[in-house]
C-alpha cells in the first residue's frame, strides 16, 4: 500500500528540481505549490484512495475471493487527477487503449425468424488450453449501445487472451452493423436472445468451462437471465459491473440538469440513431418519428421500447427491468462490481440487504470510478481496476471454481 509520507517526500524532491525558489522574487511561490500538492496527497490517500467494501453472506465465497481474487480486499487507487465518478465516465473511452482483436462473425437464426450477431475470439493460439473442445469459454455483454467494438469489451478479451480463454460478444439486435429481419430490437428486461445465444454457444462446446459477463446494460440482462433461471444454467458463474440495479433510480438520476446534458441526451441519440437505420423494418410496429422526438431516455423507452415489448406504461417496463428484484432468484455464483458515484447507478439503490440474502452474490463497491471507468494509474492508458477485477475473477473460477460450487 501506497504510504503518504513517502509520496509527499517524492513530491518535494520533483518540485524542488522543477520549480524555481526565485518565483515571484522568493520562495513563497516553492511554498504554495508545495503546501497546496501536499494537501493534495493528503485529502487524496486519506478520502479517495479507498478499500472497496465486500458484501457477501457466504463466508466461503468470500475467503475465495481473498485467496483468488484478491484485488477485491486491496485498496483502489484512482488516476489521481481524474477521480470524480462524472470525469472518470466520460474519459475513459477517449484515455483507454483499444487492444488489436480479430474476430470471427456468426449471425444465428432466433425463433421468431431474427438474427443475432455473434463476434467470435476464438484464441487457436492458446498455450494453456490447446483442445478448443475443453477451452475455457466467456460471453461478453456489452452495454446499450454497445458492441464488440468497445474497449472495455477489447480489454477484457486482452485479459483473456492472455490466460488462454476463448471469448464470445453477443452484440444486441440490430447495432452491430447485421439487418434486422423482424421488427424487433432489444431491452434489458427481454432475457430470450440471451438465453438463445447462451445454449447455442454450450452446444458448441458442452466440455468448456463457461462463464458470462456483462457490463452497464449487458450486466443488467445477464442478471434477469440469472434471476429467471436459477441453477437451470450452463453457466458456472457470471462478472457484473456498473449495472443499473433499479431502473427508476438510475432513468431520476440521468435527468438531473447535469447528467442529462453529459449523458442522457446522447446516449438518447444514439438508440434514435439504430432506429433511423432500421426504420424500414420497425415503423410496422411504432410510430418512429414520434420515437425520433424524444429528447430523453424515459421518452425513448415511452415511445419505443415498453411499445415494442408490449408493457402497459413505460413503468411497467422498468419495473420488469430493474435485476434488484431478481437478485435473490440467481442460482450461481456471481460477483458484482458497482462504484457508489456512479451516476448511472445510485448508491442508495444498490441492494445490499438483499444481496446479504443470497449465498451465490458477492457485491464490490469502489467509493470512486463512475460508470465504466474505474481508472487507475497516472496516465491510464491499458489496464483498469475492473480490468483486474474481470481477469482474476474469471481465473479463479476456471482454476479453482470448486472450491465455490458447493457452496
Not at 28 to 53: D, N, T, W
Not at 90 to 113: C, H, M, W
Not at 199 to 215: D, E, R, T
Request: include cysteine.
Amino acid at each position: 500500500a501506497m504510504d503518504w509520507q513517502v509520496l509527499t517526500r517524492e513530491l518535494s524532491l520533483y518540485l524542488e528540481s522543477q520549480v524555481r525558489v526565485g518565483f515571484f522574487g522568493s520562495g513563497v511561490g516553492l511554498s504554495l505549490v508545495l503546501g497546496f500538492g501536499v494537501a493534495y496527497a493528503c485529502y487524496y490517500l486519506s478520502s479517495i484512495a479507498k478499500k472497496p467494501q465486500l458484501v457477501a453472506s457466504n463466508d466461503r465465497f468470500c475467503r475465495f475471493l481473498e485467496e483468488y481474487c484478491p484485488v477485491v480486499t486491496e485498496t483502489y487507487y484512482p488516476t489521481i487527477w481524474c477521480w470524480e465518478g462524472r470525469m472518470q465516465t466520460l474519459l475513459r473511452p477517449f484515455i483507454t487503449s483499444r487492444p488489436k482483436v480479430q474476430y470471427r462473425n456468426e449471425l444465428i437464426k432466433t425463433a421468431d425468424g431474427g438474427q443475432i450477431s455473434l463476434d467470435w475470439f476464438d484464441n487457436n493460439d492458446s498455450l494453456y488450453y490447446p483442445d478448443a473442445s475443453t477451452r475455457p469459454t466467456v460471453v461478453l455483454l456489452p452495454g446499450l449501445t454497445g458492441t464488440s467494438k468497445e474497449s472495455y469489451i477489447l480489454h477484457m478479451i486482452h485479459q483473456s487472451e492472455t490466460l488462454g480463454y476463448r471469448c464470445v460478444v453477443f452484440n444486441n439486435r440490430g447495432i452491430a452493423g447485421e439487418d434486422l429481419l423482424t421488427p424487433r430490437t432489444y431491452c434489458a428486461s427481454n432475457t430470450e436472445d440471451l438465453e438463445a445465444v447462451v445454449h447455442h454457444v454450450h452446444s458448441l462446446y458442452p466440455l468448456a468451462p463457461f462463464v458470462a459477463a456483462g457490463v452497464s446494460m449487458g450486466g443488467m440482462l445477464l442478471l434477469n437471465y440469472l434471476g429467471k433461471t436459477g441453477r437451470d444454467t450452463p453457466l458456472m458463474a457470471a462478472a457484473i459491473f456498473s449495472a443499473g440495479w433499479n431502473v427508476f433510480e438510475s432513468i431520476a438520476s440521468l435527468e438531473k440538469p447535469l447528467n442529462w446534458l453529459l449523458f442522457n441526451y446522447y446516449l438518447t441519440t444514439c438508440l434514435q440513431s439504430s432506429i433511423s437505420r432500421h426504420r424500414h423494418m420497425l415503423e410496422k410496429s411504432c410510430d418512429v418519428d414520434l420515437v425520433l422526438k424524444a429528447r430523453s431516455i424515459r421518452e425513448f423507452d415511452k415511445q419505443f421500447t415498453s411499445v415494442m415489448f408490449g408493457y402497459h406504461t413505460v413503468d411497467d417496463y422498468y419495473e420488469d427491468a430493474s435485476p434488484c428484484h431478481r437478485l435473490k432468484s440467481v442460482g450461481i455464483p456471481v460477483l458484482c462490481l458497482n462504484s457508489v458515484d456512479d451516476v448511472f447507478s445510485p448508491s442508495h439503490a444498490i441492494p445490499v440487504e438483499t444481496a446479504k440474502q443470497n449465498a451465490n452474490v458477492a457485491l464490490v463497491l469502489t467509493s470512486c470510478g463512475g460508470h465504466i471507468g474505474f481508472l487507475e494509474g497516472i496516465w491510464p492508458r491499458k489496464c483498469t481496476y475492473m480490468d483486474r477485477v474481470f481477469k482474476q475473477f474469471v481465473q479463479a473460477v476456471f482454476e479453482h471454481g470448486n472450491k465455490i460450487f458447493s457452496m
